[in-house]
């Protein structure tokens, strides 16, 4: 299993969200959901304060479509929890100065990571953040990403904080390691192979590393539409598509994509 996957599974987990005292919980939704957040807050009148966390930053034009940041008390968050483990969903975090907490993640933003909200991301953040972790997190205590779980009941989460101690100096945005974007990638995979419970029902902790790679191997032939990779959950699941010579002329091809699929399903044989 490769040491990012096996870094980011044997990671503790939490049952439910409990801000020590003096702190304050913080929701960072997505766009999609941000609608439906908002209406059950009104309907449930819990106080909130919220902001789209794009404004105020190079990215105000098309902050509709990013994500929302709400500032919650204890009575809403569950209801925000929820909504977190939705796909698209967010991050939680913990700060005892919302103010800073939200110039904070705007100072994170940037072309490379202005979805500082998608859990995969994050965690990528933070498992790369070396020397920078402290300049990483900032003001935020800490940092809360769904679990990814076939089950979708399932509300796990990850707690991510700074171990490190603190920096004089942090320059924004943030200059991570170039391993950042495969990190990123393996850790995309995993959402995605637990949102696709159904063909991956029976996929093991210990088989997704393998998942993965063949994810990755698909796609550096050509073959990344979700509708594809899909169908061809089997190949995904069983062996290492790598080393299956029986197929490297289908996927070389310069047939379209769809067609490949076609060809490699007529071939498959786990």
Same mark, same amino acid.
């Not at 098309?62 to 977190?84: N, R, S, Y």
């Not at 972790?133 to 399932?154: H, I, K, N, R, Y």
């Not at 539409?225 to 197929?247: M, P, W």
């Given at each position: ?8 599974? =044997?990671?503790?987990? /939490? ?9 304050? %919980?913080?929701?960072?939704? $997505? ?12 309907? &449930?009148?819990?106080?909130?304060? *919220? ?28 209801? %925000? ?5 939705? @796909? ?42 070396? @020397?920078?972790?402290?300049? /990483? ?24 904080? =700074?171990?490190?101690? &603190?920096?004089?100096?942090?320059? *924004?945005?943030?200059? /991570?390691?170039?391993?950042? *974007?495969?990190?990123?990638? $393996?850790? !995309?995979?995993? *959402?995605?192979?637990?949102? =696709? ?18 994810? =990755? ?9 979700? !509708? ?38 007529? @071939?498959?044989?786990?």
């Amino acid at each position: 299993m490769s040491e990012v996957i096996t870094r980011f599974l =044997n990671r503790p987990t /939490l049952n439910q969200l409990n801000p020590a005292p003096l702190q304050k %919980m913080v929701f960072l939704i $997505d766009a999609a959901q941000a609608t439906v957040a908002w209406r059950a807050l009104t309907h &449930a009148r819990i106080p909130c304060k *919220y902001e789209q966390l794009w404004g105020r930053t190079p990215f105000q034009a098309d902050m509709l479509q990013g994500p929302t940041w709400f500032v919650i008390g204890p009575q809403g968050i569950d209801q %925000m929890a929820d909504l977190c483990h939705q @796909r698209p969903g967010g991050v939680a975090l913990t700060c005892t100065e919302p103010k800073a907490a939200l110039a904070h993640a705007r100072a994170l933003l940037s072309e490379g990571s202005r979805n500082i909200h998608d859990p995969a991301i994050w965690a990528s953040m933070a498992l790369e953040s070396g @020397r920078q972790q402290a300049c /990483l997190f900032g003001p935020w205590c800490e940092v809360f990403t769904p679990v990814p779980s076939a089950d979708p009941t399932t509300r796990h989460w990850h707690a991510w904080k =700074n171990d490190a101690p &603190a920096t004089a100096t942090c320059e *924004y945005p943030l200059s /991570l390691p170039d391993s950042l *974007y495969s990190t990123y990638i $393996d850790i !995309r995979w995993l *959402y995605w192979l637990r949102h =696709n419970p159904q063909p991956f029902t029976h996929l093991s902790d210990t088989d997704l590393s393998r998942s993965v790679s063949n994810l =990755n191997f698909l796609v550096k032939h050509g073959i990344g539409v979700d !509708r594809h990779l899909l169908q061809l959950s089997a190949l995904i699941i069983h062996g290492d598509l790598s080393q299956r010579e029986d197929l490297m002329a289908i996927l070389t091809s310069r047939e379209l994509p769809h067609r490949r699929v076609e060809q490699l399903l007529q @071939r498959i044989q786990p």
